[in-house]
């Protein structure tokens, strides 16, 4: 083997090999960037969530106060 069948030997390993690292950055990155996507949407959801519950709080609220005032007026009547 010469020297110049070497050097293309081991320039097609260093390229082949950075290739296959590169493939699994890209993977990575790709991964982390679906994930990052999911957790906003999570976030969204969560905090539609939570205004619906304080809506359903606000809401038991005023139903308490009516039924207070509702029996209130029976006592009176």
Not at 49 to 62: A, I, K
């Amino acid at each position: 083997m010469t020297g110049a069948d070497r050097f293309i030997a081991l320039l097609v390993t260093v390229i082949t090999g950075t290739g296959i690292i590169m493939t699994g950055v890209v993977w990575t990155a790709r991964m982390l960037w679906n994930v990052r996507g999911s957790w906003d949407t999570t976030n969204t959801e969560l905090k539609r969530l939570v205004d619906r519950v304080g809506d359903m709080r606000d809401r038991d609220e005023q139903l308490d106060r009516r039924l207070e005032r509702h029996l209130e007026w029976h006592d009176k009547h």
